[in-house]
T-cell receptor, first 111, second 115 residues
Framework: GIQVEQSPPDLILQEGANSTLRCNFS?????LQWFHQNPWGQLINLFY???GTKQNGRLSATTVATERYSLLYISSSQTTDSGVYFC?????????????FGPGTRLSVLP | NAGVMQNPRHLVRRRGQEARLRCSPM?????VYWYRQLPEEGLKFMVY????????ESGMPKERFSAEFPKEGPSILRIQQVVRGDSAAYFC?????????????FGPGTRLTVL
């Protein structure tokens, strides 16, 4: 099956710093989403980004589908950005249309 | 427009009991997905359902687990004779229809603890 890798596994930042999180996947995908799981366990949709670049405030994401990776950029990080960031890829919809999640990047932003 | 609702948010069961987890999809969504997240791990797909149909249950354990999405009412994930290893967060997600490249919207999860 498809492999989804994320790096780095853990990241500690000082408030105000910038960071880049990476997601690599081993096969062609129809969809890719980035999620933030906050310290209370809630999953929050960040981006639906099968290709191209999107921006939302301090966050932006880029997916290069032909090279099978996606990047999530966090600028001017805040303590509320702490949590786990997951990328999830959707396989061909004829194969069941479920998401395969990466292992996550655990981000801690220190005040 | 309410999001995906799950209840209960926390469930404690003793070994051997049954656990019933409920998921109400977003209004207008007819497709539901269940995922399990073990502690310190990512989410793993379990089952994908449409109203009155199981579309893909390839991620479901063969025994003790079942899921349904009736014509009326929420989707139910049922775990019989729970064991300690079933302790996890169970998330459901919904989408409006079948097809490529649709966003899935996730509920807040049910945290199951088996004593």
């Amino acid at each position: 099956g498809i492999q989804v890798e994320q790096s780095p596994p853990d990241l500690i930042l000082q408030e105000g710093a910038n960071s880049t999180l990476r997601c690599n996947f081993s096969d062609s995908v129809n969809n890719l989403q980035w999620f933030h799981q906050n310290p209370w366990g809630q999953l929050i949709n960040l981006f639906y980004i099968p290709s191209g670049t999107k921006q939302n405030g301090r966050l932006s994401a880029t997916t290069v589908a032909t090279e099978r990776y996606s990047l999530l950029y966090i600028s001017s990080s805040q303590t509320t950005d702490s949590g786990v960031y997951f990328c999830a890829v959707e396989l061909s919809w004829s194969d069941g249309q479920n998401f395969v999640f990466g292992p996550g990047t655990r981000l801690s932003v220190l005040p | 427009n309410a999001g995906v609702m799950q209840n209960p948010r926390h469930l404690v069961r003793r070994r051997g009991q049954e656990a019933r987890l409920r998921c109400s999809p977003m209004k207008g969504h007819s497709h539901v997905y269940w995922y399990r997240q073990l502690p310190e791990e990512g989410l793993k797909f379990m089952v994908y359902l449409q109203k009155e149909n199981i579309i893909d249950e390839s991620g479901m354990p063969k025994e003790r687990f079942s899921a349904e999405f009736p014509k009326e009412g929420p989707s139910i994930l049922r775990i019989q004779q729970v064991v300690r290893g079933d302790s996890a967060a169970y998330f459901c997600a919904s989408s409006p229809r079948q097809g490529p490249a649709l966003t899935q919207y996730f509920g807040p999860g049910t945290r199951l603890t088996v004593l």
